[in-house]
């Protein structure tokens, strides 16, 4: 069975950091495409981050281009969002989600994120 | 603001269908071919339902259908039942990013 565990989330002030992991089981993390999506309180759901299987290919959107890092460690079948100079409006929960082929077909239960003073 | 453009929010009783549109309002994404759509449940992960507009997932009712004219996706849901009440959003895929609609409430009066 798929699974996606994401942690790491927590309250942080502006311009801080943080680094979200999600633990991938049940398939080889390396073999697909993985994205971020994050859902701001009481709003929609926001496309964040995209890694290829290769690595080769990677993306953001650009609310978060130039702040925001995604990346994977494959021995440990995990996959990481680094969170960079975090504002207001960064808050959310930030979901882990695995592609298969044009879809998003796995979703892990997601973590908060709330950037306040 | 969303590249795709949903209702705000449908309702519908017990046993009847509805149906839900999504329309692409940009240039990029008139031609979307690959378009799906996702169920949310208040305080749940969404989950998907339809994939490359038209695909059922395993597991996933034979009630809920996917169609596309033109620039316009649809969802339809077949007797309604009130385990269907939640946010439904529709998504159109590009070689590496998903870009999604501003989700639509659907209530089961």
């Known amino acids: 069975e798929v699974q996606l565990v994401e942690s790491g989330g927590g309250l942080v002030q502006p311009g801080g950091s943080l680094r979200l992991s999600c633990a991938a089981s049940?398939?080889?993390?390396?073999?697909?495409?993985m994205n971020w999506v994050r859902q701001a309180p009481g709003k929609g759901l926001e496309w964040v981050s995209y890694?290829?299987?290769?690595?080769?290919?990677?993306s953001y959107a650009d609310s978060v281009k130039g702040r925001f890092t995604i990346s994977r460690d494959n021995a440990k079948n995990s996959l990481y969002l680094q969170m960079d100079s975090l504002r207001a409006e960064d808050t959310a929960v930030y979901y882990c989600?695995?592609?298969?082929?044009?879809?998003?077909?796995?979703w892990g239960q997601g973590t908060l994120v709330t950037v306040s003073s | 603001q969303s590249a795709l453009t949903q209702p705000a929010s449908v309702s519908g009783s017990p046993g009847q269908s509805i149906t839900i549109s999504c329309t692409g309002t940009?240039?990029?994404?008139?031609?979307?071919?690959?378009v799906s759509w996702y169920q949310q449940h208040p305080g749940k992960a969404p989950q998907l339902l339809i994939y490359?507009?038209?695909y059922r997932p395993s597991g996933v009712s034979h009630r809920f259908s996917g169609s596309k004219s033109d620039n316009t996706a649809s969802l339809t849901i077949s007797g309604l039942q009130a385990e269907d009440e939640a946010h439904y959003y529709c998504?159109?895929?590009?070689?590496?990013?998903?870009?999604f609609g501003g989700g639509t409430k659907l209530t089961v009066l």
């Open positions: 490359d507009v038209r």
């Open positions: 940009s240039s990029d994404f008139a031609d979307f071919h690959y």
């Open positions: 998504s159109s895929y590009t070689s590496t990013s998903l870009v």
């Open positions: 890694i290829s299987n290769g690595d080769s290919g990677i």
């Open positions: 049940g398939f080889t993390l390396s073999s697909y495409e």
């Open positions: 989600v695995k592609a298969a082929g044009t879809a998003a077909d796995n």
